[in-house]
């Protein structure tokens, strides 16, 4: 029991032992690793080292294990061994113990009956019957006889009185016989002795020894004559019996004629015996009869020997094979002090495999082998993930430099396309100039529709290209809002009278006439949308809006649309706006918040659509593109500019209903601002179109207000005062002459379809009524649909206006109505570019300079061929000193990389010495008259640059550049940037 | 009869200079500028750019073969060459030059100086190419036809 709890306890402390280890070594992986988190091949050599240390361990460990287990077994069987021997050895020496005891009571029973009685009261045949009779009492002797002390005195008389002679032993014993040949008669004579010990009584299984003289036997000799000395019982060493040649012993107990003191001596004790009683032990029948009675003999192999003569140990009992295996020797106690006896005992069989200790051990290391595999996967997973994350950073540079070059390509490449598609363009618009047939017209417009088309996606892209690689800047001009919405609508103007779709801006009040911004951008957007709206809408509006943001906060929902059709509420498109929320604490001053919306009564966008519109290349449904064309690409392009507007764009959508899309965008005003100059051009502009018309009266009749709205806010643009009334019989009535008079009456044309009688009445009354020449004009959607109720020849043709309205087209409208007579040609509503070209430039002095003679050659001849009177310089020190005021130039036009000092330096000094001299008029220092009564000198620079991507608008205007231009010459652009410029001039010109 | 076939001439030759790539359209404007009242143009544009670029290619021949080579100084130059090629649309001298600055900004004057034959080569190539057309157009004008530019 206690082995067993001390292996339990052994086999804890063991695994608390392996439980330290693998923490510990947890703790180490993650030391380790956190310290060699850069550089791997140290972590894995160290990972190595760790495994086979790891894996040697536990070898050792299993191995250790297995010893300890097996020795624990061999312990164990050991004293199993023990056990079992020294019980067998005690149950002999009990048993050997229980017959010397009886034949110890014989030896008292012979001194009382044969020696204590006269005559004796036993003879042979009593002894034999009697011993017959009780060896179930010993077991283990085979035979019991007694011997008498015969004194050679007394020889003859005992031999006469048992009537046979003495015999000697000695050669019985030499030549042992056989059984049946054994004949006592055959025995000699026993010599002359001092005395002698002939056998009178024995068992019948020994009868052949009586008269025998057992001192004559060595053995026998030695053994009773120390009998007799000691008193006790003796043994002799073992030999082999006579008659039934085995081994055994013979026990001699001395009989004495008196009692004796325990403590006589030895003389004493031989004086006193009277002869001597033999048991014959016969130990190899003893030992199997033992064994036998044992369950586990077959298990161990017993041995007994006499180890009295220790060098010569007799074989008693027992197999002699050698076997050096466990074995264990038991002292025995045969009660004769002088006789050592010994049992040896060993196992049959040999040890068995230890199974135990083997598996224990063998699973050990299959476990700690597994933890040890676990530990290089793990290492090997972790090196492995450590790598592919390396991959990972090394692809992911490769894609994101990928994705620089794909957006550095996507710039370079629609640049080269540009480049020759304005070739294209041009051509194409010089051809138009020649003398062609109508087809032909045709052919080339559409050629140039297409080729602008290609343009303009061109441009997308690489608007595209520019957002992603972060290099869109947006510029800060003053620019008229009003102004890009109305361009924006006669850009769109042919699609909606096509497809009857009705068209309209309306622009709030509360928002500023000059905003500083970037028109170009804005305009982009707005397009984007509209041009969204117009792709989807087939029936009912499209309407811009423009509020400020603090005023749509406060307004209440629309009655009616515009075309009367149902919408989508336009408040939903920006309820997630956050400048909303936190408008208050954002808006400063100078900061103007608008929001505009884009109303459609279109197809409406899927609600599963709504939230990927504004994903670049992402329509609605790949079935979009093929009905309608585009790339998708417009709405995120227009997010990414609303952005950088810091402006929120979002979009409310019904399907079958329509969409709107709302933006805000954050402006600074530019009345207050340093635009002053600008602005005030920009507003001689607008008024220069209006003046003629200010003061005017305007009837306006329109049932619908929201559509009245509109139209009232583009006629009072110019100036013009309106009166709105909701239908015809008002009108008629408001005619009458006690109110002012009218100059103007606007019907809508759906009401004077509707209601012709009444439009007829209206016509007379204001025939008859002759003092103001009162014109009648009809807001028409469509070139097609006026036609109709003019038959009867008594009723004047109304002027159409067609609508979309804005300021330019209604003021050449009215002109043309009232015979003002028109100033600009508008042609298809273009402006022919190198006519108005021509017409910019003609007679102006522009100063060209470039380093290059060729270059300068070039640009002059293409200035020239608009008329300007140009002059050069190739170097930009000479500009500086041809711009030094006071200069008759009317703007310069500069190569930027020049030898020496470049564009942008050569521009930054011009600046400064205008400056300078500005600062001095303004200061009264320097006369005013001396540079030509000019009070702020500010030459117009425009840069000339190959590389456009290269050549940003922040670089240019950084120096104080107003703007560049791409070489060579192109005449679109070329106009662009001059015409921001010289417009008024040209306008005042005329 | 006679001008009507240098006409044909003119045109078919000016259409191969095109196809064969040794000018752009960068041309066709340059001769478009050239009208009534500026009627040399092309031809004076064209001498300023033989000019210029033979005074260019000198530079930059003895620019290379100085010992401590400057290579601000040569890519001035080839940029030059290069705004004043694509001005008149010899795009092959300015692809050339490109690639000259290229390997310009790499400092490697082996592949400079090739370059330099190269550029020479497509100089003097396009420089033929220009003086026979013009020289056509002359011939035209002088048989009594218009300028065809």
Not at chain 1, 64 to 76: C, G, I, L, N, T
Not at chain 1, 623 to 640: A, D
Not at chain 2, 27 to 39: A, T, Y
Not at chain 2, 54 to 83: C, M, P, T, W, Y
Request: net charge negative.
């Amino acid at each position: 029991m206690t082995t067993k709890t001390g292996l339990l306890g052994d086999g804890g402390q063991i695994w608390m032992k392996l439980w330290d280890q693998i923490s510990d070594c947890g703790c180490k992986i993650h030391h380790h690793y956190s310290r060699y988190i850069g550089s791997r091949k140290v972590r894995k050599n160290w990972s190595r080292k760790v495994l086979i240390a790891w894996i040697v361990f536990w070898i050792i460990a299993a191995l250790w294990v297995f010893w300890y287990m097996s020795s624990q077994a061999v312990e164990k069987r050991k004293e199993t061994l023990a056990s079992m021997c020294d019980e067998r050895a005690r149950m002999l020496q009990d048993q050997f113990n229980v017959s010397m005891n009886h034949i110890q009571a014989m030896s008292v029973m012979i001194s009382i009956f044969h020696h204590g009685k006269n005559p004796s009261a036993i003879d042979q045949r009593t002894f034999a019957r009697y011993t017959e009779k009780t060896s179930f009492e010993r077991p283990l002797t085979s035979g019991v006889a007694y011997a008498v002390r015969v004194l050679h005195t007394e020889r003859e008389q005992f031999e006469i009185q048992q009537g046979w002679t003495i015999k000697r032993m000695d050669n019985v014993e030499q030549t042992p016989v056989h059984d049946d040949e054994y004949d006592p008669a055959d025995l000699e004579t026993s010599p002359v002795q001092e005395e002698y010990a002939p056998v009178i009584f024995a068992q019948d299984t020994v009868a052949h020894i009586i008269s025998v003289d057992v001192l004559s036997g060595k053995e026998d000799r030695e053994n009773v004559l120390r009998a007799r000395e000691s008193g006790k019982g003796v043994l002799t060493a073992p030999f082999r019996l006579l008659k039934t040649n085995r081994l055994g012993v013979i026990l001699t107990f001395a009989v004495y004629k008196r009692d004796l003191s325990p403590n006589a001596t030895p003389a004493e004790r031989i004086q006193a015996t009277a002869g001597y009683l033999g048991g014959i032990f016969d130990i190899e029948s003893l030992v199997e009869k033992l064994l036998q009675q044992l369950a586990s003999k077959q298990a161990i192999l017993v041995n007994v020997y006499d180890t009295t003569d220790i060098s010569h140990p007799i074989s008693m009992y027992g197999s002699n094979d050698s076997f050096d295996g466990l074995h264990r020797v038991s002292p025995l106690n045969f009660g004769d002090p002088f006789r050592k006896h010994e049992m040896h005992c060993r196992f049959k069989q040999k040890p068995p495999w230890p199974w135990v200790a083997i598996t224990t051990s063998v699973g050990i290391l299959i476990i700690s082998l597994l933890v040890g595999q676990i530990f290089h996967a793990t290492v090997n997973r972790i090196a492995k993930v450590e790598d592919d994350y390396h991959e990972m950073m090394e692809l992911k540079k490769r894609a994101e430099a990928a994705d620089v070059a794909k957006s550095r390509f996507l710039a370079t490449v629609s640049h080269e396309i540009r480049t020759p598609m304005n070739g294209v363009l041009g051509m194409l618009q010089m051809l138009m100039d020649t003398d062609l047939d109508e087809t032909q017209q045709d052919y080339v417009r559409t050629a140039r529709e297409s080729g602008k088309a290609l343009v303009s996606l061109i441009n997308e892209v690489l608007d595209q290209a520019k957002i992603e690689s972060g290099k869109l800047e947006l510029e800060a001009v003053s620019f008229d809002l009003r102004a890009i919405l109305d361009d924006v609508l006669s850009l769109f103007s042919g699609k909606s009278q096509d497809k009857k779709v009705e068209l309209a801006v309306y622009v709030s009040n509360k928002v500023p006439a000059t905003l500083v911004g970037d028109p170009g951008r804005f305009r982009q957007i707005v397009t984007n949308l509209v041009g969204n709206s117009i792709k989807f809408t087939d029936k009912g509006h499209i309407f811009v809006t423009v509020h400020l943001v603090e005023e749509v906060v406060e307004m209440e929902d629309p009655t009616s649309s515009l075309s009367g059709l149902p919408v989508v509420d336009r408040r939903r498109s920006w309820a997630g706006f956050r400048s909303f929320n936190q408008e208050a604490s954002t808006s400063s001053s100078d900061q103007i918040n608008i929001i505009v919306s884009v109303e459609d009564t279109g197809q409406g966008i899927p609600l599963e659509a709504q939230s990927r519109v504004f994903n670049p290349f992402m329509q609605v449904e790949p079935s979009i593109t093929r009905t309608h064309g585009g790339t998708g690409i417009g709405l995120s392009i227009s997010k990414c500019l609303v952005h950088l507007m810091k402006g929120e764009i979002g979009l409310a959508s019904l399907p079958q209903i329509g969409s709107t899309f709302s933006f805000t965008a954050v402006f600074t005003n530019g009345c207050s601002n340093f635009g002053d100059q600008i602005s005030q051009q920009v507003n001689d502009q607008s008024n220069s179109i209006s003046s003629e018309f200010q003061g005017m009266r305007a009837l306006l009749v329109d049932p619908r207000p929201a559509r009245a709205k509109v139209s009232k806010y583009h006629i009072q643009r110019l100036g013009i005062h309106v009166e709105v009334v909701p239908d015809l019989s008002l009108g008629v009535s408001s005619l009458s002459p006690r109110n002012a008079p009218i100059n103007m009456v606007f019907i809508e044309e759906e009401i004077w379809e509707k209601d012709l009688g009444m439009s007829v009445l209206l016509l007379n009354n204001l025939r008859k009524d002759c003092r103001v020449s009162i014109k009648t004009l009809l807001l028409s959607n469509s070139t097609s649909a006026i036609r109709s109720g003019f038959s009867s020849p008594d009723v004047p043709t109304p002027f159409v206006v067609m609508k979309p309205l804005r300021a330019s087209m209604l003021a050449a409208s009215l002109q043309r109505a009232m015979g003002v007579g028109s100033r600009v040609n508008y042609r298809n509503g273009e402006i022919h570019t190198s006519l108005s070209l021509s017409n910019l430039l003609h007679g102006r002095k522009i100063l060209v300079v470039d380093d290059n003679p060729v270059n300068l050659r070039v640009a002059a001849g293409a200035l020239k061929k608009y008329g300007a009177d140009v002059a050069h310089a190739d170097r930009g020190k000479d500009a500086i000193s041809l711009l030094t005021p006071p200069h008759p130039f009317d703007a310069c036009f500069m190569d930027i990389q020049m030898p020496e000092m470049d564009g942008f330096e050569a521009t930054r000094r011009i600046r400064d010495i205008e400056a300078s001299i500005n600062k001095g008029i303004q200061g009264g220092e320097v006369c005013a008259e001396a540079y030509g009564n000019v009070s702020n000198w500010h030459v117009p620079i425009l840069a000339m640059t190959a590389d456009v991507i290269q050549a940003t608008n922040e670089e240019c205007s950084k120096c104080g550049m107003d703007g560049y231009v791409s070489k060579p010459f192109e005449a679109e652009q070329l106009y662009r940037e001059v015409s921001r410029f010289f417009q008024t001039v040209s306008d005042e010109d005329q | 009869m006679e001008v009507d076939q240098l006409q044909r001439t003119f045109h078919d030759y000016h259409a191969s200079l095109f196809n064969e790539g040794f000018l752009d359209e960068q041309f066709v404007q340059l001769q478009q500028l050239q009208d009534e009242s500026n009627p040399g143009f092309v031809v004076e544009v064209v001498s300023l750019f033989f000019e210029d670029s033979e005074r260019l290619l000198n530079d930059l021949s003895k620019a290379l073969d100085q010992v401590n080579v400057d290579f601000r100084k040569i890519d001035a130059h080839v940029h030059q060459l290069k705004g004043s090629s694509s001005s008149i649309g010899a795009q092959r001298v300015r692809n050339a030059c490109i690639a000259f600055r290229n390997f310009c900004d790499e400092r490697n004057i082996e592949a400079c100086l090739q370059c330099l034959q190269q550029v020479r080569q497509e100089y003097l190539l396009v420089k033929t190419k220009l003086e026979a057309l013009l020289r056509l157009e002359q011939q035209i004008v002088a048989a009594g036809g218009a300028s065809p530019m």
